[in-house]
T-cell receptor, first 119, second 108 residues
Framework: DVKVTQSSRYLVKRTGEKVFLECVQD?????MFWYRQDPGLGLRLIYF???????EKGDIPEGYSVSREKKERFSLILESASTNQTSMYLC??????????????????FGPGTRLTVT | QKEVEQNSGPLSVPEGAIASLNCTYS??????FFWYRQYSGKSPELIMS????GDKEDGRFTAQLNKASQYVSLLIRDSQPSDSATYLC????????FGDGTTLTVKP
C-alpha cells in the first residue's frame, strides 16, 4: 500500500512565524503535490514537483515555497504565516514523473492532512 | 466557468437506493478521470478510475464516461450509511484538476 505521511495533524502558529509542513511518501513516486482545502473552494494546488529539486507553481503559490531535496520528501514552507493561510493542507504523491503530466494514468494518493491555524 | 463542475449537493438517498453523482468538464484532451471519496475530516481516497468511454464496474461502484458529452458519473448501488461522504471528481493524471465535490448522505 502507498503510504503518504505528514508531519503534523494539527498545528497552531502565530502571524509572522515561518512554518514548515513536511510530507514523506514510501512508494518511490516521482510526483508530489501540495494542496490546500477550504470550505466552498475545493482543493487548490499550491505547488508540485515531478522530480528531485524540480518544482512548479500551482494555482495559488503566493505566500508559499517548497523544497524537494530527496525523492521521498516534499516540504511546504510558509515564509511568514498569515491568518488567511489558516486551512487544511494536503500532500499527495503519484508515479509517472514528467510524462504523467501529459494525460497518462497516474492517480494521486493523499496524506492525512495538516490542519493549520494561524492566529 | 470551472474546468470541472459538480453539483455541490447535498444529495440524500435512502439506504439501499442507487446514488448517482455527476461531473462535467471542459478540457476535451483529458484522458484520465478519477473519483475520490472524502469522509468528513479525512483526506481524499481514490475509489475509481476510468480512461475509456463506457462503464467500469467495481463492486457496488460504477463509473461512466462519455467523452463526446464531456461528463463522467459515479453510480453507487445498494447505498449504505458508510457511503455518506463528499465525492470528488478529478481529471487529468499527474497534475489533476479537482471538482469541488458532491456531498452524499445515505439515510438508514
Amino acid at each position: 500500500d502507498v503510504k503518504v505521511t505528514q508531519s503534523s495533524r494539527y498545528l497552531v502558529k502565530r502571524t509572522g512565524e515561518k512554518v514548515f509542513l513536511e510530507c514523506v511518501q514510501d512508494m518511490d513516486h516521482e510526483n508530489m503535490f501540495w494542496y490546500r482545502q477550504d470550505p466552498g473552494l475545493g482543493l487548490r494546488l499550491i505547488y508540485f514537483s515531478y522530480d528531485v529539486k524540480m518544482k512548479e507553481k500551482g494555482d495559488i503559490p503566493e505566500g508559499y515555497s517548497v523544497s524537494r531535496e530527496k525523492k521521498e520528501r516534499f516540504s511546504l514552507i510558509l515564509e511568514s504565516a498569515s491568518t488567511n493561510q489558516t486551512s487544511m493542507y494536503l500532500c499527495a504523491s503519484s508515479t509517472g514523473g514528467l510524462l504523467s503530466l501529459v494525460s497518462l494514468r497516474y492517480e494521486q494518493y493523499f496524506g492525512p492532512g495538516t490542519r493549520l491555524t494561524v492566529t | 466557468q470551472k474546468e470541472v463542475e459538480q453539483n455541490s449537493g447535498p444529495l440524500s438517498v435512502p439506504e439501499g437506493a442507487i446514488a448517482s453523482l455527476n461531473c462535467t468538464y471542459s478540457d476535451r484532451v483529458s484522458q484520465s478521470f478519477f473519483w475520490y471519496r472524502q469522509y468528513s475530516g479525512k483526506s481524499p481516497e481514490l475509489i475509481m478510475s476510468i480512461y475509456s468511454n463506457g462503464d467500469k464496474e467495481d463492486g457496488r461502484f460504477t463509473a461512466q464516461l462519455n467523452k463526446a458529452s464531456q461528463y463522467v458519473s459515479l453510480l453507487i448501488r445498494d447505498s449504505q450509511p458508510s457511503d455518506s461522504a463528499t465525492y470528488l471528481c478529478a481529471l487529468g493524471a499527474g497534475k489533476s484538476t479537482f471538482g469541488d465535490g458532491t456531498t452524499l448522505t445515505v439515510k438508514p
